[in-house]
């Protein structure tokens, strides 16, 4: 992994354990070699992780719409740092993409419905195949475990299958997660509508 997208929130949640943990994974990228990519703005966690990464030496992506250029700072980092390189795009869909495209895995971090958008779309286009990339949770405080409860319920109930199920990686410490996510290789994807209609 040369490159890893963290997604994460814009606001810094009441905890400052959600802050640590941010931090912690740009410094841990950053001592593994691994360049950061992320959403381009420079408060809430977004830049905590950020403005971490670039202390600790290392290389910060920044993928930023247009729009949203004003409203999250984009540019630097929290401490005023220059980001090593930041793309402006027309569209959160191009960001999405672009931010697919330049990254070998996934990490959110906790968050609101951005995050939670955004790393439910990158794991429906592992289930359908249109990539092969790790995908982890950093479960910080139990954050996410409301939203595993639910994956695991969608399974029980028939609307997921295991298999795609284990592809959403979860851990409460960064390295336990990018020692899954480094060891992570996606099963075969089964064509889940067309083998239905064949029942």
Not at 16 to 41: D, F, K, S, T
Not at 71 to 76: L, M
Request: some cysteine.
């Amino acid at each position: 992994m040369q490159r890893l997208c963290v997604f994460c929130g814009s606001n810094g949640g009441h905890d400052p354990n959600y802050r640590a943990a941010a931090e912690l994974v740009g410094q841990r990228l950053a001592e593994r070699g691994i360049e950061l990519v992320y959403g381009g703005g420079n408060i809430g966690l977004m830049g905590a992780v950020a403005d971490a990464c670039l202390a600790a030496g290392g290389t910060v992506i920044g993928v930023i719409p247009e729009a949203l250029m004003g409203k999250e700072v984009a540019g630097r980092a929290v401490d005023h740092r220059a980001l090593t390189r930041m793309e402006v795009v027309d569209s959160m869909h191009t960001r999405k993409a672009r931010m697919a495209e330049l990254s070998d895995g996934f990490i959110a971090l906790p968050g609101g419905f951005g995050t939670f958008e955004e790393f439910c779309e990158i794991l429906t286009w592992g289930q359908l195949g249109f990539h092969v990339k790790p995908m982890g949770l950093l479960n910080v405080n139990g954050f996410y475990d409301p939203l595993l409860h639910l994956f695991d319920h969608a399974v029980g109930e028939g609307f997921l299958r295991q298999q795609n199920r284990a592809m959403a990686l979860a851990d409460s410490d960064i390295d336990g997660l990018l020692t899954q996510m480094e060891n992570y290789r996606a099963e075969p994807v089964s064509k889940w509508l067309k083998e239905e209609k064949q029942l």
